[in-house]
């Protein structure tokens, strides 16, 4: 079965920093996806990459997947109080299944 | 921007008793999803429903679990005889198409919170 892993676990920054997550697969990615969770809450999808070597930015945040369709990264750019939060990377094995990342805790220092 | 809308927001159940979790998927989504996270766990994948039947299952989708369409808008999840590691958040998720293996325009709904006490 897929495994996918996020690092790092966690993650404390000071607000303005930049930041990434890492996502590594152990098969070839149909798609992968990221997320934001806030602790209990509901999971808010932030952005899907299919192709290799794509890249999709929304406001400051970028991800990325490589040429093999393995590996993907996350990087925040100027990371806010607001960019706190879980965030799982989600990826898709056959259709219409999908495995998730542990996730990785942000915190952002004010 | 169209939801997936989840009821209830928090279900509390005692051991043994059955419940039925809702989802209202975005209305021309075509695929439908359940996904659980034990608290401080991983989101597992439980079931893909397609055409009203399921395409996909998890292992931890057994006998306990069924899901229904039951009226062309709402999406049910329903867990007989609950058990005490039953409780977890339930998201609900649906998805306009499969290209190439994977999802578009996948939407998540904020969960249904279930503890079975």
């Known amino acids: 079965s897929q495994e996918l892993e996020q690092s790092p676990q966690s993650l404390i920054v000071q607000e303005g920093k930049n930041l990434t997550i890492n996502c590594t697969s152990s098969k070839t990615l149909y798609g992968l996806y990221w997320y934001k969770q806030k602790y209990g809450e509901g999971l808010i999808f932030l952005m899907m990459l299919q192709k290799g070597g794509e890249e999709k930015s929304h406001e400051k945040i970028t991800a990325k997947l490589d040429e093999k369709k393995q590996q993907s990264s996350l990087h925040i750019t100027a990371s806010q109080p607001s960019h706190a939060g879980i965030y799982l990377c989600?990826?898709?094995?056959?259709?219409?299944?999908?495995?998730f990342g542990d996730g990785t805790t942000l915190t952002v220092k004010p | 921007e169209p939801e997936v809308t989840q009821t209830p927001s928090h279900q509390v159940t005692q051991m043994g008793q059955e419940v039925i979790l809702r989802c209202v998927p975005i209305s021309n989504h075509l695929y439908f999803y359940w996904y659980r996270q034990i608290l401080g766990q991983k989101v597992e994948f439980l079931v893909s429903f397609y055409n009203n039947e399921i395409s996909e299952k998890s292992e931890i989708f057994d006998d306990q679990f069924s899901v229904e369409r039951p009226d062309g808008s709402n999406f049910t999840l329903k867990i007989r005889s609950t058990k005490l590691e039953d409780s977890a958040m339930y998201f609900c998720?649906?998805?306009?198409?499969?290209?190439?293996?994977?999802?578009?325009?996948?939407?998540f709904g904020s969960g249904t919170r279930l503890t079975v006490v």
């Open positions: 989600g990826a898709d094995t056959n259709a219409g299944k999908s495995t």
């Open positions: 998720a649906s998805s306009e198409a499969l290209r190439r293996g994977a999802r578009h325009g996948y939407t």
